[in-house]
């Protein structure tokens, strides 16, 4: 405290005097030096020394000014926490300067345990598909299609589909929703065209506008044989659906409507027509023509 003192009396002002009179008073000190070293260049030694001494008592005030400002906003932040306002003050200024530090390492432990939980997740799923029955049928309903509200919450579709076929274990389902309004097709329609690209499912469940589109690509089986063999004694007049493929300009059949079938009216969407297709790759075709047979045998 002496020290603040003599730096005050050095500058010729009153103790603790208020920063701006310091700020002035240091000015008017440093022009005087100044000019007194222009005047007097045979004792410019001595000039300098006061100019120095002038400088320390000058930042030594400064420095107080500060710490006292400092303190004055520690206590109002940290007073509160009395005994533990040391502990405040660090954790503070370790979140000011190290936040992001501090977020981008929570971040990364929470992508990794992100990680562990979506592979452990991962291998249940996979440990609890292994232990299912082999699928009897993989379905794919594609076209202005809308799952009920009453429908059940786990596996509608196919436990409809299973109730028509007790002696079957499993079937999977899919529903891609196209709607027929040609205006709100476009993005529906994008996912439609990845889905056709990248899923394989034995059969494909179509609205007309979905049957013609989907046969025009080639991935239809020929349906012809069937139709007029096994299947022709159920067959009913306007049943069978037959269209050109972009590399056959001559018409086949590629598709049955079963939308008058009874069993239809079990699987719980909404919808306008279902008219089935057996994909050109599907593993199950004798199981997909099993299902077709079945359901025309109960069109009304």
């Known amino acids: 405290m002496d020290e603040l003192k003599q730096a005050y009396a050095t500058m010729g002002l009153p103790e603790l005097a208020a920063k701006e009179e310091v700020e002035k008073r240091y000015t008017t000190l440093m022009r005087q030096a100044r000019s007194r070293t222009q005047q007097q260049k045979d004792n410019a ?6 100019f120095a001494k002038i400088t320390q008592a000058y930042r030594l005030i400064l420095e107080y000014e500060d710490r006292k400002l400092t303190d004055a906003f520690n206590e109002q932040e940290y007073g509160k926490y009395k005994k533990m306002a040391g ?13 992001f530090h501090t977020l981008g390492a929570i971040a990364a432990v929470a992508l990794i345990i992100y990680g562990v ?3 452990m997740n991962y291998r249940e799923e996979q440990e609890r598909l292994a232990n299912l029955p082999p699928v009897d049928l993989n379905v794919s309903f594609m076209g202005n299609y809308m799952l009920k509200e009453d429908a059940p919450k786990e596996e509608p579709i196919e436990t409809a589909l299973l109730t028509a076929f007790p002696e079957w274990k499993r079937f999977v389902a899919s529903v891609t929703m196209v709607p027929s309004d040609e205006q709100a097709q476009y993005a529906y329609m994008q996912k439609a065209v990845l889905v056709l690209a990248t899923e394989h499912p034995d059969v494909y469940i179509m609205d007309k506008g979905i049957f013609e589109w989907v046969g025009k690509q080639g991935v239809l089986m020929n349906l012809d044989d069937d139709v007029s063999g096994e299947l022709k004694p159920l067959m009913k007049d ?8 972009d590399e056959d300009t001559e018409e086949h059949v590629y ?6 079938s009874s069993l239809v009216d079990q699987v719980p969407l909404y919808k306008e027509s279902m008219i089935i297709g057996i994909r050109l790759d599907s593993k199950n075709p004798d199981k997909a023509k099993a299902f077709i047979k079945k359901y025309l045998a109960t069109i009304k």
Request: hydrophobic letters at 30%.
């Open 87 to 99: 502990q405040a003050q660090k954790m503070d200024h370790f979140w000011r300067y190290y936040r």
């Open 117 to 119: 939980i979506s592979f």
């Open 255 to 260: 598709g049955i409507d079963l939308s008058n």
């Open 45 to 50: 030694e001595g000039s300098e020394d006061s």
């Open 238 to 245: 306007g049943v069978a659906k037959k269209l050109k493929t």
